[in-house]
């Protein structure tokens, strides 16, 4: 789960962390991603299962060849449905502090989350309909850290009318598991 690579539906791994702006969802959610076929799919599920599975078992697993699924998997990977990256226990890396942050905002939503997708410690941003208008997964190296990115620049954001935050006490389960529909 840690280190292994995973294949997720996000935006191109090319484009830097900070201004990746990917939804999850996948194929026909209206998020302008191209419906996915069920072949296509099912090389998504092997992925998901092993991000380093080879080719040719993918394609022996799915009828196709070699070829054949090297071509969807990039096609898949510029279209931005996946993206096939190492995930990581922060904590292992120098990240000792992670939140969940709920911000509440006057107006529009859509500047305060590019601005918000568009800093390196956050990791997740999604609107929401609920409680809070988005919550933003932030991951930082102390708390020293972590109280800086949300004093000083989530909340000086124009429109930022209030946060609550959840820091994680203990990562339990982290998995890109959850196969395809």
Excluded at 101 to 129: K, L, N, R, S
Excluded at 147 to 152: M, P
């Amino acid at each position: 789960m840690h280190s292994e690579a995973v294949a997720s539906r996000s935006a191109d791994p090319s484009t830097p962390r900070s201004s990746r702006t990917g939804t999850p969802g996948g194929s026909g959610s209206g998020n302008g991603t191209p419906p996915v076929d069920a072949v296509s799919l099912a090389i998504i599920e092997q992925l998901q299962e092993d991000g380093r599975r080879p080719y040719a078992a993918i394609g022996k697993a799915v009828g196709l060849s070699e070829a054949a699924v090297r071509q969807r998997v990039q096609k898949l990977l510029d279209q931005g449905v996946m993206q096939i990256v190492a995930v990581t226990d922060p904590l292992t890396v120098g990240f000792r502090r992670q939140a969940m942050v709920g911000i509440d905002v006057e107006g529009d939503v859509d500047p305060v989350a590019d601005a918000v997708a568009a800093m390196p410690e956050a990791e997740y941003v999604v609107m929401t309909a609920g409680s809070h208008d988005l919550l933003v997964e932030i991951v930082c190296e102390d708390d020293d850290h972590l109280l800086e990115v949300i004093n000083k620049r989530i909340r000086a954001l124009p429109g930022v009318r209030s946060t609550e935050s959840f820091v994680y006490l203990k990562l339990k389960k982290q998995t890109y598991m959850w196969g395809t529909r």
